[in-house]
């Protein structure tokens, strides 16, 4: 088995948190992996996958931006890549976003997905919530989704798939080699969506 | 994953309700630990009004803290510090995006009360403000809305979190821009953690409930930072960080992130400052990348520091 390389934007947010579901993933799938944080565009070379992680999007994408390291990850993603943002990750690969209260403010973004995803959709913290999540590809088992100051996935693209709703609302979704969920997978035990993710990435190899 | 030991069984801040066919839950330590998880690698900013709240989520803030006045105001004023304006703060709330935080009096359960009901995202029980009670802090089980706590040593963080704390900062002295008590703090703090991690690792379990004993907080939590080595919330420095080069010395000595008070809005230049020390946390253990947030300030524009002290904040509240 080769050796599997993914990276974890490691800007800002929860990037120990998903370090430590995928050590979990791999030991659990026998899979020789490393994982490295990305920080500088040479940090990007001969990685397999990429997490964007949770935390504050502003933040994450104002660095990203300012370390010129956008358009390799563009084009990486481009190339096949397989990603997986959550929650502010999510809002960074997304075609569109605006916020509840403020409404579009200029950010800078990947936009290599094609959904519209509403920043801050169910409130500030206290309207932060857990609930019991069906996620077909992960099995029948339910899957724990916590939700923090989440955004909403407005409109998704006919290419993207829809992995799991929360009532009327898509919460994880899939375009290709993309992954993006609202919640946050990487503070849960659980570690089935992070392998989903690896299996993702062993497909495209 | 994230640790959710010391949770109390049944806290009142848990609410269960339907969100049309789906059962959703609020207020459990998941969900506000996991809140705190979020900011970890930012900056957290002290602001005062709408203009500094705006200027510090342009530069990169985390999330805002709204006070009254700012840490050195508070000292030069004297009286009693009280939370802030709800004018202000509803303000800041409905024009940024990010989470905004407001400080209440440790103890002060209504000043929490009233801070919930209008939304922010995080109650701090700050020293920087008058305590209303030294020697009970607030039951924040009651609480949905998450809180952190200031502690000076690890006794004060696992009691903190004991009474329902979601993070702890390291506390230093405020309004000062000297970080040395904020490193001594933190410095402590570590040697503690090691020696509660090499009992927990010698397995001798008489040592470890002594110790629980000695820190006075139950052994739950005394076992979760041997097993974790660290706290097992999320962990800020707090406290006279005015320069870049502060801020990477903090997260060098293990933080998640840091505070900064008076150090960028009593700083003269205010935009570049938190914007530099933003870089510098990002990029703390890269020294040409903090040397180059370094450049971005002019030391002759840092606040003025302050050397004799009547008032010792991180004296309050410490039971």
């Known amino acids: 088995m080769k050796e599997l390389t993914v990276g974890i934007v490691g800007i800002q947010g929860d990037v120990e948190e998903h370090k430590r579901s995928l050590e979990h993933a791999f030991r659990d799938m026998d899979l020789n992996g490393n994982i490295r944080w990305i920080r500088s565009p040479k940090e990007l070379v001969s990685i397999d996958g990429l997490i964007?992680?949770?935390?504050?999007s502003t933040v994450i994408s104002n660095i990203l931006s300012s370390r010129q390291m956008f358009q390799p990850i563009k084009d990486l993603i481009n190339k096949g890549l397989p990603v997986l943002g959550t929650c502010a990750g999510l809002i960074i690969l997304a075609k569109k976003n605006y916020d509840k209260v403020v409404g579009e403010k200029e950010q800078p973004k990947l936009g290599v997905m094609?959904?519209?995803?509403?920043?801050?959709?169910?409130?500030?913290?206290?309207?932060?919530f857990e609930a019991e999540l069906e996620i077909q590809k992960l099995g029948n088992k339910k899957f724990k989704g916590v939700f923090i100051r989440a955004p909403s996935i407005i409109e998704v693209g006919s290419d993207v798939q829809i992995l799991s709703k929360l009532n009327d609302l898509a919460v994880a979704v899939q375009e290709g080699n993309i992954i993006g969920t609202t919640f946050?997978?990487?503070?849960?035990?659980d570690i089935r969506l992070h392998k989903y993710f690896l299996t993702t990435i062993i497909s495209n190899q | 994953m994230i640790?959710?030991?010391?949770?109390?069984?049944?806290?009142?801040?848990?609410?269960h309700e339907k969100n049309k066919e789906y059962d959703v839950t609020r207020g459990t330590t998941l969900v506000k630990r996991g809140f705190a998880h979020m900011l970890?690698?930012?900056?957290?900013?002290?602001?005062?009004?709408?203009?500094?709240?705006?200027?510090?989520?342009d530069s990169g803030a985390v999330?805002?803290?709204?006070?009254e006045k700012l840490p050195y105001d508070i000292r030069k004023a004297g009286g009693v510090a009280r939370t802030a304006s709800l004018e202000i703060i509803e303000e800041i709330l409905d024009h940024v995006t990010i989470p905004v935080m407001a400080k209440c009096r440790i103890g002060h359960t209504?000043?929490?009360?009233?801070?919930?009901?209008?939304?922010?995202?995080?109650?701090?029980?700050s020293e920087v403000l008058t305590p209303a009670d030294e020697e009970r802090h607030i039951w924040k089980w009651d609480f949905v809305t998450p809180f952190v706590n200031g502690a000076r040593n690890l006794g004060e963080a696992l009691r903190r979190m004991e009474e329902g704390a979601a993070m702890i900062r390291i506390k230093g002295e405020p309004g000062t821009g000297n970080v040395a008590e904020a490193i001594n703090h933190l410095k402590l703090v570590n040697n503690q953690i090691r020696w509660v991690k090499s009992i927990y690792e010698s397995g001798d379990q008489q040592e470890l409930i002594k110790t629980a004993r000695e820190l006075k907080v139950y052994y739950e939590l005394v076992h979760e930072t041997g097993k974790l080595g660290r706290l097992p919330v999320v962990n800020f420095a707090a406290g006279g960080i005015a320069t870049p080069a502060d801020a990477a010395l903090m997260m060098n000595l293990g933080c998640d992130g840091v505070f900064v008070g008076s150090g960028v809005f009593k700083s003269k230049d205010p935009a570049e400052r938190a914007?530099?020390?933003?870089?510098?946390?990002?990029?703390?253990?890269?020294p040409s990348i903090v040397a180059e947030a370094q450049k971005m300030i002019g030391e002759n524009k840092s606040m003025e520091g302050l050397e004799q002290l009547d008032l010792r904040m991180q004296e309050r509240g410490t039971a």
């Open chain 1, 184 to 189: 946050h997978p990487e503070l849960i035990c």
């Open chain 2, 63 to 67: 999330a805002v803290m709204v006070l």
């Open chain 1, 114 to 128: 094609n959904v519209t995803v509403e920043r801050n959709f169910f409130g500030r913290q206290k309207e932060s």
């Open chain 2, 110 to 125: 209504s000043e929490a009360n009233v801070l919930d009901s209008i939304n922010v995202d995080m109650i701090d029980e």
């Open chain 2, 40 to 57: 970890k690698h930012g900056v957290v900013m002290d602001v005062t009004n709408l203009e500094q709240a705006q200027t510090a989520e």
């Open chain 2, 275 to 286: 914007r530099s020390i933003v870089l510098a946390v990002t990029f703390h253990d890269n």
């Open chain 2, 3 to 15: 640790s959710l030991a010391g949770t109390m069984s049944d806290p009142r801040c848990v609410v």
């Open chain 1, 52 to 56: 964007i992680p949770g935390g504050e």
